[in-house]
């Protein structure tokens, strides 16, 4: 795992020579060794279509790609960090939560009506993240962002997790997504989003969800 949690809101990544890291622009706080940041014109790991694809879907964040020999200090906008550690599985994530991730991990996008179909659709719309999302699949360490602070709460087969859209962070593992109606007290106090839904998500993996509505 390149990624040491300094604090909440900070972490510092190990770079070896040989291997690359890409991070979120603006993000490198401090350094040390012989390291250099480069603009990446790709958008990370995933070539020229996996670009245009994440421009098509305004998933581009711009991004730096971070080489060398040394560790590097992380940290954006006084955001809270969590450090997600993947095993082959595939990460869904906001691109602009992401922090710094691994370059072995390949980068992608998809269409949020693939899960769930129109209501898929309909939850990009609710949460302001748009239709589309960032994917990172692979063997590596994703460092994102939150307000907050967050928490991982599992999805196993048979058990739904039920989380507020303006508090979804990321998910990750065979798992689907569907919005559903949900009326109730929070709606009924005032606490809610004004949109009176519930992100239901089933399968098996982890949802990750922040301490807060409040986008980044």
Known sequence: MPFREINSKMVEATVVPGQKMFSQRGAML?????????????????G???MIGRRVANEATPLM???????VMFGHGGHHIQVINLAGDTLYVEADRLL????TLQ???MFMGA??????????Q??????FTTTLKGHGAVAVMAHGGVIELPITPGR??????????AHHGDVRNKLSTALGWRDMVGRGSGEAFQLELSGSGAVYVQASEEKL
């Open 30 to 46: 401090a350094y040390r060794g012989e390291v250099s940041f480069t603009p990446n014109i790709q958008g990370g790991q995933g």
């Open 48 to 50: 020229l279509i996996s």
């Open 107 to 109: 980068q992608g996008t």
């Open 115 to 124: 899960q769930g179909g129109v209501m898929g659709m309909v939850r990009g």
């Open 160 to 169: 739904e997790v039920h989380v507020d859209p303006q508090a979804y962070v």
């Open 65 to 71: 790609t971070v080489e060398g020999n040394g560790t």
């Open 126 to 131: 609710v949460t302001g993240q748009g239709l």
């Open 100 to 103: 710094a991730f691994d370059g």
